[in-house]
């Protein structure tokens, strides 16, 4: 069974930085590209990163680039997300979501992901 | 960079037809993805590459894509069905994935 499990979410004051955990188990997790997803409290799905299952090709929205890193260690079936000088518009939920390919190809979409972990920017 | 419309709101009553639309520039020209999310909940993929449904999807749902929409149609609606859908595409122009706004679907 695939499980996708969160971790690191919390409450950050503004200019701070987080580092987001995504533990996978159940599949082979070099296989699979991996996806962070995030969610502000109320709205729609933002898109926020990408990396593909080598971890060599990686891509980042607009609103997160130059302040987040992600990455992946294929030895502990676990994906990161490094964030820094985080803003309030930052706060939401965090979702890790596998895709069903390794590389980051046009057809590329997300298959499982996980409950999500609240990240909350405030003083 | 690319832009999915959703209309934020279909209301549907139990046993009819909802439709979802997801506008964009060209959109039949990319795989489109469709999500369900219950309040609360992660998202659940329900159809991929336009029209195909990952196993344990009912065939109630259903996808297609052409011109500048593509659509989730759903049959045969039931209260469970009541959720917020997204549309998502690649952007290969920004190298991007992008999200529709969203469609809060209400059974009446």
């Known amino acids: 069974e695939v499980q996708l499990l969160e971790s690191g979410g919390g409450l950050v004051q503004p200019g701070g930085s987080l580092r987001l955990s995504c533990a996978a188990s159940g599949f082979t997790f070099s296989n699979y590209a991996m996806t962070w997803v995030r969610q502000a409290p109320g709205k729609g799905l933002e898109w926020v990163a990408v990396?593909?299952?080598?971890?060599?090709?990686?891509y980042y929205a607009d609103s997160v680039k130059g302040r987040s890193t992600i990455s992946r260690d294929n030895s502990r079936n676990t994906l990161y997300l490094q964030m820094d000088s985080l803003r309030a518009e930052d706060t939401a939920v965090y979702y890790c979501?596998?895709?069903?390919?390794?590389?980051?190809?046009?057809?590329?979409?997300?298959?499982?992901w996980g409950q999500g972990t609240l990240v909350t920017v405030s003083s | 960079s690319y832009v999915l419309t959703q209309p934020p709101s279909v209301s549907v009553a139990p046993g009819q037809t909802a439709r979802i639309t997801c506008g964009g520039n060209?959109?039949?020209?990319?795989?489109v993805h469709w999500y369900q999310q219950q309040p609360g909940q992660a998202p659940v993929l329900v159809v991929y590459?336009?029209?195909d449904r990952p196993s344990g999807i009912p065939e109630r749902f259903s996808g297609s894509n052409s011109g500048n929409t593509a659509t989730l149609t759903i049959i045969r609606v039931e209260a469970g069905d009541e959720a917020d859908y997204y549309c998502?595409?690649?952007?290969?122009?920004?190298?991007?994935?992008?999200f529709g706004g969203g469609t809060k679907l209400t059974v009446l």
């Open positions: 998502q595409v690649w952007d290969n122009s920004g190298d991007h994935v992008v």
């Open positions: 590459d336009d029209s």
């Open positions: 979501a596998k895709s069903w390919v390794i590389l980051v190809v046009p057809s590329i979409n997300f298959d499982y």
């Open positions: 060209n959109i039949g020209r990319k795989s």
């Open positions: 990396i593909s299952g080598s971890g060599e090709s990686i």
